[in-house]
């Protein structure tokens, strides 16, 4: 009898262990990293600018180390990516969607003797043709250029009526196949080499006629289409006169008078009138004193995006061409929008 007890109690208390042992833990799972904070801010003017940038939307920088970034254009062959200049250094980048960097072309738009240190000799504006051939405006050797598929160059235009051109800024194409681009002194680290006495507007004819469309701006700069091509938009990097205009155009292709699309002079932010881009609702986005400055077709200014540094230029990139690239100062950011750009 007090045998069987015993195997009693050991078979119930083996019984209770079971039941009272804690059950393992569960292995420890890796911290999420936080992710990295918004490299700028936007700033709301206006309701309307919920349609167009998403309340979670965050700027993102993708790279830095360069002197002064320009000419965005988001390109296919060869891998998909978005090639800029980086002027000073006369090059061309390429960033690529695994996150990398590398040189894709230098020099990129001055071939001549050493130029002084910081000038802006290199390339500046960056389009393509309809056969997604690269437009590059040379500063330093005064021309616009066109990289052809087995890497030699043709030049497109370099004299107005005889005499060199200023230093090509920035280039748009017409679905006419014409491309107007401006021409202001920026690159000409010696003025007195200046041939043209005024800074002009410029179309270049599909069957390569130069024409004067227009030569009152003191420093007209970055310039895009409305959809409908019935408007050109010129920005005016004058710090006396900080302005974006607006040009009715004809059915030959000429611009009407001009007319004051928005006027920033009075802002105190550092930047100037630059680039800029139309998307395919019509408003317009201008690199400006501050930031980007978003405009309803109106010209109404719906509010302002800001990466941490001041964007010389912008431009649509990804495969649905709603992400915003913006070359600023030394470095290269990004931002999700909600409507597609007009790109070529």
């Known amino acids: 009898m007090t045998r069987r007890l015993s195997q009693g109690f050991l078979f119930a208390a083996c019984l209770a262990s079971l039941f009272c042992a804690q059950p393992p833990s569960p292995p420890a799972q890796p911290a999420t990293p936080a992710p990295p904070p918004s490299a700028g801010s936007v700033v709301e003017k206006v309701p309307a600018l919920k349609a167009i940038v998403p309340g979670d939307a965050k700027i993102e920088k993708l790279g830095e180390g360069f002197i002064f970034t320009e000419g965005p254009v988001w390109v296919k062959e060869g891998g998909e990516g978005l090639l800029f200049s980086d002027i000073p250094n006369n090059r061309i980048m390429k960033w690529t969607p695994d996150g990398k960097v590398a040189e894709f072309r230098k020099p990129s738009g001055y071939t001549g003797p050493p130029a002084p240190a910081g000038a802006f000799v290199g390339s500046n504006g960056l389009t393509l043709d309809k056969e997604s051939r690269l437009i590059i405006c040379e500063h330093g050797d005064r021309r616009v250029t066109r990289l052809e598929k087995d890497g030699k160059l043709t030049v497109l235009a370099d004299k107005y009526q005889g005499k060199r051109l200023n230093s090509p800024n920035d280039a748009v194409y017409k679905s006419d196949g014409s491309l107007y681009f401006t021409d202001p002194p920026y690159g000409l680290f010696d003025e007195k080499k200046k041939e043209l006495d005024f800074q002009g507007i410029y179309r270049l004819t599909a069957d390569g006629k130069l024409q004067l469309m227009n030569k009152e701006l003191s420093r007209p700069n970055g310039l895009a289409f409305s959809p409908d ?58 690199t400006g004193p501050g930031g980007v400055w978003v405009f309803s077709p109106d010209g109404r200014h719906l509010g302002t995006i800001k990466p941490t540094e001041v964007p010389a230029n912008c431009h649509w990139g990804d495969a649905d061409g709603k992400t915003l690239y913006m070359t600023a100062r030394k470095g290269l950011y990004r931002v999700r929008l909600s409507i597609p750009g007009v790109r070529p």
């Open 229 to 286: 091509e019935k408007t050109l938009y010129v920005a005016n990097s004058d710090s006396e006169k900080k302005l974006w205009m607006a040009y009715d155009v004809a059915a030959n292709g000429t611009l009407a008078k001009g007319r004051v699309f928005f006027d920033v002079t009075a802002e105190k932010e550092d930047g100037l009138p630059d680039g800029l881009k139309v998307d395919t609702q019509g408003n317009v986005y201008c």
